[in-house]
Nanobody, 115 residues
């Protein structure tokens, strides 16, 4: 059973930092991209950041300059370094793996930023 295991969420004060990680247990050769999405209460799920198998990155407008996505050299683990966190970053963050025929999602990890 292919799994995505996420870790690193929690509670932090505004201006603080957190790092999320996500490890994919399937074949890395099937990965088109890996990324993070988030969903706040009452809002739609939105892209935070993604990184392709070739290393190209893409960020949501609201996190540009504050968040950095990276991938381990084994390409099975993706990280999201979140700096200068704001209360509006509070959400459940979901890891995503895009494959040629489908997407796989992690269970989600809560990030709460207090003001």
């Amino acid at each position: 059973q292919v799994q995505l295991v996420e870790s690193g969420g929690g509670l932090v004060q505004a201006g603080g930092s957190l790092r999320l990680s996500c490890t994919y247990s399937g074949s890395i050769f099937s990965i088109v991209s890996m990324g993070w999405y988030r969903q706040a209460p009452g809002k739609q799920r939105e892209l935070v950041a993604s990184i392709t198998s070739g290393g190209s990155t893409n960020y949501g407008d609201s996190v540009k300059g504050r968040f950095t996505i990276s991938r381990d050299s084994n390409k099975a683990t993706v990280y999201l370094q979140m700096n200068s966190l704001k209360p509006e970053d509070t959400a459940v963050y979901y890891c995503n793996v895009r494959r040629p025929l489908d997407d796989r999602w992690g269970q989600g990890t809560q990030v709460t930023v207090s003001s």
